[in-house]
């Protein structure tokens, strides 16, 4: 009986283990082969092993740099205004008494649409020409530019329609987080005449910092991967002003068709994503500690 | 009680793992796990069992007709036919993992002119030289541009021509027929205002049409509306200029050229075209946005495919309807463009698909076609009285398919556009040195010709 207990343990354990190993582990090794190959799939003739060419290459290319750049530029700053945006939203909402969940739904609307259809419908409000964003802001007298078409706007122009889309999500997490505080800090707090600044500053943000730290690195990960909204915004361009690290992937896999490059390119990025997040994490369990 | 546990168990264990496998394609995986092919039940087609075609088409009006004609194949034969219709950008990717796998979902794909050389190289289209040659199909019929370029590689065919989008010249005939207009012209210039026929006069009256008509300080008509969006639509508006300047990719010995004179040259047009004569927002639009401003009537002339005229003529669309006309690009060449259909070596019915490409390239269907604005690679179609009646216009985009210059037909021929389109959006919205633009365009141009097996060296 015994030993059949032992045994039904590890077959309950099997299943997710295959799972990762199939899911996980064998795309990893099958894109670290492909990585060490030159591999483009219209020369099928000229296909050979040439161990760390693909990556040297790769690591030599300045649109590499580029790319990289511009994904920590996007995210970083996307991050940072979602967090801002999203807490002031969460605060707002534990301060007010009525309608609090229909307020919440409705603002929570846009995190519900797929990327792509959020993705179209901000080329349409944007069109420079016959966008209803320029008209609007002609109205006022302030005049509109092409924001997706021109270098200078065109990125921080993405940030803004991923911080629209994106912010109900820091503010649901936070809200959730405000409501699990204890009472009684602000009572005290209150009694001592702390202004409404001071309780933020020196209660809640202390005491929501380990939330605080989940959500920016749920957001960082997701931020670090966007593709969809640039391949329908943007397309990388103008230039490679909004080109990201996965949509410069996605130009050399499906594009130039070079699986080897690809692929060392995704390894890297794979690697420096591990660290980015390592750090943060091993941070959180400090702050626990 | 064990062992039945045990092979559940296991039972579970394998449905997870197939179910895991098949939503686990992702680009750094590109080629199918075994499961992925376990998963697609071979179905030899079997006359008993009515036959389902899968085709993968473009969201264009030529679609929309063989679209609306496919009842009737439906009814002939049995078999029946699922249209599934993309934008081009999503076409590619979707196609990429289909093809490279052994077997696919699709029958049928439509192969747009700078992917032959990569399906082709990469051996993904099945020669339909057997299947022409038991049907004895006539491929004489086929304009040779169109034939060289969507038919054949090399001697062998991989496709028929479905329809051209060869590129010219749009103008209003309003405009450059206005009698003011022309006056100011001739006192400027010296010279009555015509169709221009050569890239500096088409630059020049572009320019010299940008003008501000009411009189608030904002440009209301432009001379020209570009797609200068990174994409296929900037490369193409740079090589018609690029084309009509004499310029071509590469030379003999596949060393590129583009950052010669005539590329150089062609980028400096179109930079001075985009400060000078089109809409600010141009560095954003693909072809549909650029339309959408000649259909307000806001632009005088665009560089556009031949389908397009259908469009801008169409009084529900357009405010322009009918002071709009198609010439050759100014210059002469324009870029060749074109669609062929293709049955992919992945395909489950390849005979089933011939079946279906020799009815949709038959006479009568591709006449059809024409009729209701499809645009035709068939000369007997093109020249047919009652198509020429529907449209007179088709006699101009003979004359643009003739003179019109292809790209070049190999593995890279999409990268090669990819990288041009990023070099070019650096110099035109941001402003890159154009000679700098094309010599790095150039250099990368150089790596992809490197064990090509349609290059010869």
Redesign the interface.
């Known amino acids: 009986m015994r030993r ?1 207990r032992i045994q ?1 343990k590890y ?1 309950f354990v ?2 997710s283990v ?2 990762m190993l ?2 996980l582990i ?2 990893l090794i ?2 670290l082969r ?1 990585s060490l190959f ?1 591999y ?7 296909r050979h092993l040439c161990w760390f060419d693909n990556y040297k290459n790769v690591l030599l290319n300045s649109q590499t740099y580029n790319a990289l750049l511009v994904t920590l530029k996007f995210s970083f700053s996307a991050v940072f205004l979602e967090l801002i945006f999203g807490f002031v939203l969460a605060y707002c909402l534990s301060k007010i008494s009525y309608l609090r969940n229909a307020i919440m739904s409705t603002l929570m609307v846009p995190m519900m649409i797929t990327p792509i259809a959020i993705g179209l419908i901000w080329r349409l409000l944007l ?4 966008g209803i964003v320029n008209y609007l802001l002609d109205i006022i007298g302030i005049g509109g ?7 200078s706007t065109a990125l921080a122009t993405v940030v803004l329609i991923d911080v629209w889309q994106w912010t109900p999500f820091m503010m649901i997490v936070l809200y959730a987080g405000l409501l699990s505080l204890p009472k009684e800090p602000f009572e005290a707090a209150i009694i001592d005449g702390a202004t409404a600044w001071q309780q933020i500053y020196y209660l809640i943000l202390p005491m929501l910092r380990n939330i605080i730290t989940i959500a920016v690195v749920i957001r960082l990960i997701d931020l670090l991967r966007t593709y969809d909204l640039i ?1 329908i915004l ?8 909004t080109e990201t690290f996965s949509y410069y ?3 050399l ?7 080897g490059a ?2 060392a390119a ?1 390894f890297l990025f794979v690697i420096l994503i591990a660290i980015a997040t390592a750090f943060l994490l091993t941070r959180l369990r400090r702050g626990e500690g | 009680m064990k062992k039945k546990m045990q092979r559940s168990l296991l039972q579970t264990l394998i449905a997870v793992l197939l179910i895991a496998s098949v939503t686990s394609c992702q680009p750094t995986t590109p080629a199918p796990t075994p499961a992925v092919e376990a998963t697609h039940t071979p179905a030899p087609p079997t006359p008993a069992k009515r036959v389902t075609l899968n085709i993968l088409m473009e969201t264009v009006p030529d679609t929309e007709y063989v679209q609306r004609l496919v009842p009737q194949f439906e009814k002939e034969t049995g078999i029946k036919v699922n249209i599934e219709a993309l934008t081009y950008v999503a076409m590619h990717e979707k196609l990429i993992p289909q093809l490279s796998a052994k077997q696919g979902d699709y029958d049928i794909i439509v192969v747009d002119k700078q992917w032959v050389g990569e399906f082709v190289g990469a051996d993904w289209l099945l020669p339909l030289d057997n299947y022409i040659a038991a049907d004895s199909f006539d491929t004489s019929v086929y304009i040779p541009a169109m034939f060289n370029m969507l038919g054949q590689v090399k001697g062998t065919t991989y496709m028929l021509p479905f329809y051209n989008y060869t590129m010219g010249l749009v103008y209003r005939t309003d405009i450059f027929e206005d009698p003011d207009i022309q006056t100011e012209y001739k006192a400027k210039f010296g010279k009555p205002l015509e169709v221009p026929t050569s890239v500096e006069e088409f630059v020049q009256i572009a320019k010299f049409l940008t003008r501000d008509e009411d009189g608030d300080g904002k440009v209301d008509l432009y001379g020209i509306t570009q797609q200068l969006a990174r994409g296929v639509g900037i490369h193409a508006e740079w090589a018609n200029l690029f084309f009509s300047l004499g310029g071509w990719y590469y030379d003999e010995n596949w060393n590129a050229t583009v950052n010669g004179e005539e590329g150089v040259k062609a980028l400096e047009y179109l930079i001075d075209l985009y400060k000078n004569a089109a809409p600010e927002g141009a560095t954003g639009y693909d072809f549909d946005e650029q339309a959408q401003v000649m259909k307000q009537g806001k632009a005088a002339t665009m560089i556009t495919y031949s389908w397009m005229l259908a469009q801008l003529d169409n009084p529900e669309q357009s405010k322009v309807a009918g002071k709009v006309a198609l010439a050759v690009m100014p210059g002469g060449h324009g870029v060749q463009g074109g669609w062929g259909w293709a049955i992919p070596r992945s395909a489950p019915h390849p005979d089933a698909a011939w079946k279906f490409l020799s009815w949709v390239e038959s006479f009568e269907i591709a006449k059809q076609r024409a009729l209701m604005g499809g645009q035709p690679t068939r000369f007997d179609v093109l020249r047919d009285p009652e198509v020429l009646k529907a449209y007179p216009y088709f006699d101009v985009i003979e004359k643009m398919i003739a003179t019109a210059k292809p790209v070049p037909i190999f593995g890279g021929c999409a990268a090669m556009v990819d990288i041009l389109a990023r070099e070019l959006s650096e110099a035109v919205a941001g402003g890159k040195d154009p000679q700098q633009a094309m010599d790095d365009a150039a250099a990368e141009m150089n790596e992809l010709v490197i064990g090509d097996p349609l290059v010869s060296k």
Request: no cysteine.
């Open positions: 059949f039904l077959w099997i299943p295959a799972v199939v899911v064998f795309p099958y894109s492909i030159y483009v799939l219209s020369k099928p003739t000229h069109h420079p020409e016959l530019r092409p924001w997706l078409g021109s270098k391949y943007t397309r990388g361009g103008p230039g490679a002003s992937v996605f130009r896999g499906f594009v130039n068709l070079d699986m690809a692929s995704s």
